[in-house]
T-cell receptor
Framework: SQQGEEDPQALSIQEGENATMNCSYK?????LQWYRQNSGRGLVHLIL?????REKHSGRLRVTLDTSKKSSSLLITASRAADTASYFC?????????????FGQGTILTVHP | DGGITQSPKYLFRKEGQNVTLSCEQN?????MYWYRQDPGQGLRLIYY???????QKGDIAEGYSVSREKKESFPLTVTSAQKNPTAFYLC?????????????FGQGTRLTVV
């Protein structure tokens, strides 16, 4: 079964606006990762946040993690049409399943020029 | 170029046939994974291998088989026992071991039953 639930399922915004996507999960994690997928292509890693971190930045990306609520959010600031893609959160449960990622259903982001 | 290569990009299978999807990496990664993605869905783990000559079932292993005879290669066979094999298959690799690390993905193989 899927570990993560993402919200919203689809998001449509104008260029220049910010996009926020949320991810909730059920069990304890070692880290949480965000990936991007362009239509019909493989996934590309965006950012990894460890379970003992609360916030992380990378360029226009900002990720937060709240382990008490078992949730994470991905913020893309000043969005561009090229940001149009599906975004997935993935959790790494650690322990004997270290590195084994469990993916959410994804958020489809459309950025209109 | 370092990376992970899947072939073929498109594959057509007749009912009752076994087919094998190729996945090769030159990143010197210990861990490799196979995921299945259905339209509009997330990824589901089929099999994973954390070291050569060892692999474990994921969440949806029924109807699939794998081998890991070489560090660089992790082929996936979709057998005739897989009742609904039409999907997008993604292979990934990571450094492995007890480290926080990202996964690198291939470009995928789209399998269609005809």
């Amino acid at each position: 079964s899927q570990q993560g639930e993402e919200d919203p399922q689809a998001l449509s915004i104008q260029e220049g606006e910010n996009a926020t996507m949320n991810c909730s999960y059920k069990t304890s994690i070692n880290n949480l990762q965000w990936y991007r997928q362009n239509s019909g292509r493989g996934l590309v890693h965006l950012i990894l946040i460890r379970s003992n971190e609360r916030e992380k930045h990378s360029g226009r990306l900002r990720v937060t993690l709240d382990t008490s609520k078992k949730s994470s959010s991905l913020l893309i600031t000043a969005s561009r049409a090229a940001d149009t893609a599906s975004y997935f959160c993935a959790t790494d449960g650690g322990g004997t399943s270290y590195g084994k990622l469990t993916f959410g259903q994804g958020t489809i982001l459309t950025v209109h020029p | 170029d370092g990376g992970i290569t899947q072939s073929p990009k498109y594959l057509f299978r007749k009912e009752g046939q076994n087919v094998t999807l190729s996945c090769e990496q030159n990143l010197n990664h210990d861990a490799m994974y196979w995921y299945r993605q259905d339209p509009g869905q997330g990824l589901r783990l089929i099999y994973y291998s954390q070291i050569v000559n060892d692999f474990q079932k994921g969440d949806i292993a029924e109807g699939y088989s794998v081998s890991r005879e070489k560090k660089e290669s992790f082929p996936l066979t979709v057998t005739s026992a897989q009742k609904n094999p039409t999907a997008f298959y993604l292979c990934a690799s990571s450094i492995g071991g007890l480290v926080n690390t990202e996964a690198f993905f291939g470009q995928g193989t789209r399998l269609t039953v005809v």
